[in-house]
């Protein structure tokens, strides 16, 4: 899938998001995110990650084809990652803002930017996505 064109957040126009495919070479900055306190509190098992398990999940996520991983870059620095896993025709979103990012509409950026990659991708039919009934910035961004 290629790389969309600039996004900008509704809520800050000046903002410019453009994704990018994760590599391996983003191990740490994404174990940095995964780690965050308020990623974890609403992360599905609501605990931390070890760097050698964070290394292993990130090796397979790549390698398989119905994983689709992208780092959101606002300038040209990171600012989130959006991920789509898709089975059976459905792509489960999953989406993180760095934490020093959060509050700025990347995120819906983000999902924006997603969206158009996945249009065109004939394995993904639909888009779900979990969001925790007491995280309030990921139910707005969705």
Do not use: C, K, Y
């Amino acid at each position: 899938m290629g790389r969309p064109g600039p996004l900008t957040s509704p809520e800050r126009p000046e903002a410019v998001l453009t994704l990018r495919a994760a590599t391996l070479d983003d191990e740490a900055l994404l174990l940095g995110w995964r780690n965050d306190p308020e990623a974890i509190r609403f992360s599905v098992s609501r605990l931390g990650v070890n760097p050698d398990e964070h290394a292993t999940w990130l090796a397979r996520r790549l390698a398989d084809p119905a994983t689709h991983l992208w780092i959101a870059e606002e300038r040209g620095a990171p600012v989130g990652q959006v991920r789509v896993d898709v089975e059976g025709g459905t792509g489960t979103v999953s989406i993180a803002v760095a934490p020093g990012e959060r509050g700025r509409g990347l995120g819906t950026a983000a999902l924006r930017a997603m969206v158009a990659l996945v249009e065109s991708d004939p394995a993904v039919l639909t888009l779900r996505a979990l969001v925790h009934t007491d995280n309030p910035a990921s139910a707005r961004a969705f």
